[in-house]
T-cell receptor, first 113, second 113 residues
Framework: QKEVEQDPGPLSVPEGAIVSLNCTYS??????FMWYRQYSRKGPELLMY????GNKEDGRFTAQVDKSSKYISLFIRDSQPSDSATYLC?????????????FGKGTTLSVSS | KAGVTQTPRYLIKTRGQQVTLSCSPI?????VSWYQQTPGQGLQFLFE???????NKGNFPGRFSGRQFSNSRSEMNVSTLELGDSALYLC????????????FGQGTRLTVV
């Protein structure tokens, strides 16, 4: 079992839909959780950063962490064609200095107009 | 503010050769991490440097090495290239020792023939 599991999709939705992207993990030591967006032929772009459990909102994006279920989510409201990309979750244990991120394999999202 | 700069963007090498990739972090950032991204394995951590010292290393063979200079710029080297080394190599920079937010460059696309 991989440490971080993420459904690769592809996920196709119409413009304006609410999108839910999810990751599960097995290491209970993970404390920092991130979501990255990666467009084709580009590097990953940091979207959301959350410490421990709870919700965090930034514009159309909401990140949720449920440590009891070892489950994290990214919600995109009013999705736009420009949101079409691969979304990667990443996480890191609290006791590991530096940025050795453990990534999910990414979910490919396509938003049609 | 300039982002993470990686050079070159594209590279084609022959099996058995060696290659050096370069990364300039965001100004003021002192931590640099390297990742390999392939369709099959996703993003995998190679190593991380802070203040010219390697702090973390992923599960890659010794053919993969790196270093960091006093100006925080970093290089990674792969010797005796194999076909399986074909990948997108990504560099990420972070502010300091305990910072977990990592910002990625565009990557270097290495093709080994």
């Amino acid at each position: 079992q991989k440490e971080v599991e993420q459904d690769p999709g592809p996920l196709s939705v119409p413009e304006g839909a609410i999108v839910s992207l999810n990751c599960t993990y097995s290491n209970s030591a993970f404390q920092y959780f991130m979501w990255y967006r990666q467009y084709s032929r580009k590097g990953p772009e940091l979207l959301m950063y959350t410490y421990s459990s709870g919700n965090k909102e930034d514009g159309r994006f909401t990140a949720q962490v449920d440590k009891s279920s070892k489950y994290i989510s990214l919600f995109i409201r009013d999705s736009q064609p420009s949101d079409s990309a691969t979304y990667l979750c990443a996480m890191i244990p609290a006791n590991q200095a530096g940025t050795a991120l453990i990534f999910g394999k990414g979910t490919t999202l396509s938003v049609s107009s | 503010k300039a982002g993470v700069t990686q050079t070159p963007r594209y590279l084609i090498k022959t099996r058995g050769q060696q290659v050096t990739l370069s990364c300039s972090p965001i100004s003021g950032h002192r931590s640099v991490s390297w990742y390999q991204q392939t369709p099959g394995q996703g993003l995998q951590f190679l190593f991380e440097y802070f203040s010219e010292t390697q702090r973390n290393k992923g599960n890659f063979p010794g053919r993969f090495s790196g270093r960091q200079f006093s100006n925080s710029r970093s290089e990674m080297n792969v010797s005796t290239l194999e076909l399986g080394d074909s990948a997108l190599y990504l560099c990420a920079s972070s502010l300091g020792a305990a910072t977990t937010e990592a910002f990625f460059g565009q990557g270097t696309r290495l093709t080994v023939v």
